[in-house]
């Protein structure tokens, strides 16, 4: 199946729902995750993207969950219909609880923090302690505590015993002004009796059909489904102009060095730069400090 996010509304609410399993097969496969590390980067990475889903064009968030479970820090970051993200300790491992991947223990107590970077304005950053670490009710809680939004959201992640993820999704289901407590009343029934997110896409729902299973008996409109992909925003070059914004003293130590080496957490990207390049940092940074200290004299 592909992976999609697809968009609806429902009698005053707004349902989204998506499909990720290639992409975070592909994003544990490059972090080397383990089974539990796994499902808590799909986890997510499909709740970056469902925030996202809300927000406008050229707009970002960032999901971060601080915990201290043997996880460590798992983060994701979201922009449109692309997503990236990385888990502090990708190799953690903790035993089945209930006979399932214990998310909740490998992120362990901490806060959720999400941050969105808005158009045209300061990026806004909300946080709120876990509830108990699952990722999906930390987000429902977040959005009910922090920026007062009562949301359900679902997210779940299939890891099979070789380590691949065989599927991955969720669904958001949000209450918009003017929704009346019989719908609410209703779309609770719904989601109580729908299976696990990974059940249905496991027998083929595509978001689409997770989304009509979810508002039976309401009035369903399809808005639109949008392809989704890992994607990082880091380049050679992008990370070459960060180098370059080092203090004085930082760029003189890595001029020192025959090559200087870069790692992008996000998609675990290594860049290699050679001396030269940095030297010409250096020098940039230098003609820089003389011509602001020129102008320093001239006042």
């Known amino acids: 199946m592909e992976d999609v996010l697809t968009k609806a509304t429902a009698d005053g609410v707004r349902i989204y729902a998506l499909c990720t399993t290639n ?14 590390a796994s499902a808590a980067l799909g986890r997510a990475m499909n709740g970056a993207l469902l925030l996202a889903a809300t927000m406008k064009d050229n707009e970002r968030i960032s999901l971060r969950l601080k915990g201290d479970g ?3 820090e798992v983060v994701a970051d979201a922009e449109g219909s692309t997503v990236r993200g990385y888990v ?8 089945l609880k209930n006979g399932k991947l214990d998310v909740g223990g490998g992120i362990g107590a901490g806060n959720i923090i999400v941050t969105r970077y808005l158009q045209n304005a300061e990026p806004f950053t909300g946080y709120c302690e876990l509830q108990d670490g699952e990722i999906a009710s930390d987000l429902t809680k977040y959005l009910y505590v922090s920026e007062q939004t009562p949301t359900s959201v679902a997210l779940g992640v299939l890891v099979d015993k070789d380590g691949n993820v065989t599927a991955s999704g969720g669904f958001f289901i949000q ?6 407590d019989e719908v609410l009343e209703k779309l609770e029934n719904n989601v109580n009796l729908t299976p696990y997110v990974t059940q249905l896409l496991e027998i083929g729902y595509t978001p689409q059909k997770m989304i009509e299973i979810l508002g039976r008996g309401l009035d369903v409109d399809i808005k639109e489904t949008i392809p ?3 994607k990082c925003r880091c380049s050679r070059e992008r990370i070459l102009a960060a180098l370059g914004s080092l203090d004085m003293k930082s760029l003189q130590e890595l001029a020192q060095d025959k090559t200087t080496e870069a790692h992008c957490e996000f998609c675990n990207s290594t860049y290699e730069y050679t001396q ?4 010409y940092l250096l020098e940039e940074k230098e003609k820089q400090a003389q011509l602001e200290a020129a102008k320093q004299n001239i006042k």
């Not at 502090?88 to 035993?95: G, K, M, R, S």
Request: hydrophobic content about 35%; aromatic content about 6%.
């Open 70 to 72: 043997p996880l460590g």
């Open 88 to 95: 502090e300790n990708p190799d953690a491992f903790l035993p």
């Open 276 to 279: 030269d390049e940095i030297k």
């Open 23 to 36: 992409l975070v097969q592909e994003a544990a496969k490059k972090h080397g995750c383990s089974h539990l």
């Open 175 to 180: 209450a918009m002004p003017g929704c009346t």
């Open 228 to 230: 989704l992909s890992f």
